[in-house]
């Protein structure tokens, strides 16, 4: 199974990646899009939406079905990635390149509090 | 512990991803289900339907008694070979299960039922046949496997993996099936299927599936998963039991009226209950117009007559965009447009006459 070490994950199948300005990139992981399958349609939450942790902010729907995505960490929405809304099958080819949307995170060590990879990938098996 | 068809392992040696599918472990895709629709659409692909039954009923008298038991006249199929799709229906005209019966003789016939349903239809068939012809033998054929061969090349390349097969099969019209027992041991293929293109459903003895399922991916046959399977079934306009009708419904509001003769004295079960209760609903097809989700089953759909209700949506690779079935109030028609509920939105869908598609072109707007 794909799980690349260089960020963390949600029990609920995010990632989260710290970029070096301290705002976080935010995406699915590889065992979420193969599990969900070829993705049609995705929503993302408006740039400036203040997020809690756990709260379901955006949305990705497979021919098969609809699923949530949550905030991994509290924070506000800076930036969404619209190349996926218009090409979902982009999180399906590299669910690890294809971030969602970026946060500014309200706590900046909140990302410590999140699985590692060995410990995401222990969940997933 | 779900049931494994005989070709479980051939699936899981190919990479597929496994589902619980009504008690079977069923492949739903080898990858991507979109990338395997297309196959069917524009070449070939194959499924693995083993986990539908064939059930054959012998004896004398047979045709009499399914004149009574199917809600579709069995008195159409004059030839042998012919088959015809028909609703198993309750004395109260809710839909048991939808099947194909095959006129094989006079005295023989094979009905091929659902997976989920099988169990449940045989106890009916043995409960009526007890009580209207018990010289009629039922048996179910657990010694068969089945592989839907589907597309445009399906045919051609059946018969290229398959020796033997295409003299006895070459002249089948759809619709038809033949015996190739003689040459093949056993195998019986009808040019029939569930995805709006032309093919063979193939029924072999378990011991060969695994041998046939490879000699037909050699030909070039790509296999092919439930996922696919329903985005092909549902662009093709065609039911699925349990979601687009099942007990609680008349075939009449389920878009299967033109399967039911009520127009002949023939009497055949939940007969007088359709007469009695004229349908209030109709299933027509949905279209989705603009951007916001894709449509899927239980959605509300609010028209100017009154509340619907999607029984099966999806998103449409034939035609890129979100496509549905759903139960609608009598009054509305095709052409009209109408809202969906999709989350917290209300979304505009144009209302159409199933099928969306059938060999490869597409029929909407």
Redesign the interface.
Known sequence: MNVPADRKYAESHEWARARPDGTVDVGISDHAQ??L??L??I?LPVVGRKLAAGEASA?V?S????SDVYAPVAGDVVAVNDDVTSAPEKV?EDAYEAWLFRLKPADPDALSKLLDAAAYEKSIR | MPKQTPLNAAHRAAGARMVDFGGWDMPVNYGSQIDEHHAVRKDAGMFDVSHMRAVDLAGPGVRDFLRYALANNVDKLKEPGKALYSCLLRQDGGVLDDLIVYFLREDAFRIVVNAGTTDKDIAWFRALLADHAPQVHLTARDDLAMIAVQGPNARAKSWQALPGTEAATANLRPFFGADVAAKQGGVFIARTGYTGEDGFEIMVPATRAEATWHALSAAGVRPCGLGARDTLRLEAGMNLYGQDMDESVSPLASGLAWTVDLASPRDFVGKDALRVHPPTQALLGLVLLEPGGVLRAHQKVNTAHGDGEVTSGTFSPTLGKSIALARLPVGIAAGDIVKVAVRDKQLSVRVVKPPFVRHGKVLVE
């Open positions: 193969a599990a399958g070829d049609v349609f929503e949305i729907e021919v098969k079905a609809a399906n």
